[in-house]
């Protein structure tokens, strides 16, 4: 069952800017964060962008800072990833997902805590 879905990538050139939306499923109850996540060819899957729900209180991969911001609308269920400034390194099949951590204790960007997840949306950054 896919729990979230993911929308809005695709190609784009270096320094152009895409924005990713997910829609997280009526069924998915017990959550308190909503993060995204990415994996590029050969390399394993890593944390871009974390933010708790219905605060504005996020984090951010050292990679991403000052180019990506994660927001949502909690009451349509979505959060987005909007990304400037892309660079060919950025290129990577992007996730969604969302799960209940405990507030000031669990890492936000661990990927084997997260329950809930997407199937993917691809981004690929050409030179």
């Known amino acids: 069952q896919v729990h979230l879905v993911e929308s809005g990538g695709g190609p784009v050139e270096a320094g152009g800017s895409l924005r990713l939306s997910c829609t997280i499923s009526?069924?998915?109850?017990?959550?308190?964060?909503m993060a995204w996540f990415r994996q590029a060819p050969g390399k394993e899957r890593e944390g871009v962008a974390a933010m708790w729900r219905g605060v504005s209180s996020s984090r951010y991969a050292d990679s991403v800072k000052g180019r990506f911001v994660v927001s949502q609308d909690d009451a349509k269920k979505e959060v987005y990833l909007q990304m400037d400034r892309l660079t060919p390194g950025d290129t990577a099949i992007y996730y969604c997902a969302a799960t209940r951590l405990r507030v000031g204790y669990d890492d936000e960007l661990a990927e084997s805590l997260y329950r809930f997840w997407g199937q993917g949306t691809q981004v690929t950054v050409s030179s």
């Open positions: 009526e069924v998915v109850h017990t959550y308190n964060i």
